[in-house]
């Protein structure tokens, strides 16, 4: 592209790339070479790639990141920020997933090969000791040299971290954490771009859930952070102007509320304006480098943005002695009906904060909700804050949605060439893998014969353990539970044909019908079948049974009648577990 003196851009060109690769970051050298990060091939089966480029377009050299996981040929390890030495001979690579900075050798640009990695999952040494655990990945995702190159400075997002790297050693040697000081327990910052002044004594970042760009004191290796500047919704990326006067923010979803409208139609993902994804324009703003007197201020402004003030700063532990740790509650149930609010199904109950006129599945249609929302608890204040399903269920489920979930969530909504990456799969990949048979030992899988080994979950929220978690901590693993309805004794539910699956069970419309799928293909096996959705299901159970036993199983195709006494639903069967979980959901009801 070229740019005008008035600063308009003006297309001029494109370099064709391959089928198989998504163009996530772009560096340059003095050469003329440019270096392509390649972060989601679309298929577990290819591996992630750099690619360079001439100065007229021609690919001269790729590096395969073949080892990652899964060799020989790897699995995605989603390279995402790119930077590159001057004089090209060494490529720094972010990879989102697997929390690390490859090192290329790119001296000859037409065999770049990887030189060493640099693990970003290390204790921060400013300004606290609190320690950086080894989460899923620290999701570096972004890379900035400063002047001399001497030094990289990354963004973990996970960590909410900026990490220092001497690019002399390929070291860390230093790692800062970018939380308010009094608040350093708590996780979601998402540090994610960076900015450097001119003088390189201030770095700024681009911090997206905290919704405001941090502001750090550069003093030679290590980096101390001054405070917090507010901007607007989900800050992705910051440039200081060449005068260092000036930041330029970007941010991703704007400043502008957004609320529910009338005129959106269901499935209309790209053509519907009134898509919530089509609503939210991202938004560049200029903002003066700030005094330190209005710095304060504004980290003040920051704090109370994000509900955090002198009142309510401290940690509540009201609840402390019915939890886990004082031996009191030891397991939740958590039951989420997707794609429903509060009021259109609780919102006939008068002890909660609802509203009755916005009722639309009440009492007389879903009697074992409502009997289970009076005997247990009823969350009529509870809050998810995602556009759509694929950021809905890690917010659900994982407290947020990580930083890879919100980039890609427009993506795939608008089929730009992303996967539904969101509940616990990546490509189709079962993030926990898949044993090699099934519990009477039948061989699983004809592709995999030895089964699938886990992989860390690029999707998943930060705060939790690296590979080796237990099955509770899945993010999708709640919709597994309430999605397959297994018969009682295990094995396939007797409603499953061979051309689709039919709910029996009596009214409603729907019901004793069968539901036609075309053959589909399993994702875990490759095999294209009939019965292909069954058997995908069948596989992702066999995860489960492997890893942890379901607290209670479901049986398929049962439906108590609407007009059952409420106590009817709660354990009354022969079959039911702790809580009997029969509602008026069809076996593919969300």
Known sequence: MSLSSTGTLTLTGSIPTKSTDFPSGLATDKNGYIYVANNDPDTFAVS????????????????????????????????????????????????????????LDTSVPASPKLLTTISTTTTPTLPTSQPCPQVTGSHPTGLLLNQAQSLLYVANAHCDTVSTISTNIDAVVSTTLFRFRRLTSFFGATPIALGLSPERSTLYAAMGDLNAVAVADVKGNSLAVKGFIPVGWYPTGVVVSPDGK????????????????????????????????????????????????????????????????????????????IGLAAGGITHVIYIVKENRTYDQVLGDLPQGNGDPSLVLFGNNVTPSQHALAQRFVL????????????????????????????????????????????????????????????????????????????????AEAPGRTHLGRSAEGRTDLPQLRLLLHLRSDGRHPRQLSRGGWIASGGGGPGWGKQLQLPPLRCHLCRQRRADGLWLFLQHRYLWTLQHAQPLFRMEAGVRPDAGERPDRQLGSGANDGPLDARSHAGPLDG
Not at 249 to 265: D, F, I, R
Not at 295 to 308: D, E, H, K, M, R
Not at 391 to 401: K, N, R
Request: with cysteine; glycine share 10%; hydrophobic share 30%.
């Open 48 to 103: 992630s790639s750099v690619a360079i480029y001439n100065a007229s377009g021609t690919e001269v050299g790729r590096c395969a990141f073949s080892g990652s996981y899964y060799p020989p040929n790897g699995t995605p390890n989603f390279p995402l920020a790119i930077a590159t030495l001057s004089d090209g001979s060494k490529t720094y690579v972010a990879s989102q997933r697997d929390g690390a900075i490859y090192v």
């Open 246 to 321: 000036r930041l330029l923010v970007t941010n991703a979803k704007g400043v502008q509320a957004l609320h529910p409208n009338p005129g959106y139609v269901q499935w209309q993902f790209n053509d519907n304006p009134y898509h919530n994804l089509n609503l939210i324009v991202g938004t560049v703003e200029a903002i003066p480098v700030p005094s330190a007197s209005q710095l304060a201020t504004y980290t003040s402004q920051v704090l109370a943005n994000n509900g955090f003030n002198q009142v309510n700063i401290q940690i509540d532990h009201r609840l402390d002695p």
């Open 379 to 458: 969350l009529d204040n509870f809050y998810d804050t995602g556009e759509a399903s694929g950021d809905g269920w890690p917010w659900s489920t994982g407290s947020m949605a990580n930083e890879y979930v919100i980039k890609n969530l427009p993506y795939n909504y608008s089929n730009r060439g992303r996967n539904y990456n969101f509940e616990g799969q990546d490509n189709g990949y079962p993030a926990g893998g898949f044993p090699a048979t099934d519990p009477y030992g039948n061989t699983l899988s004809p592709t995999f014969p030895g089964g699938l080994p886990p992989i860390s979950d690029v």
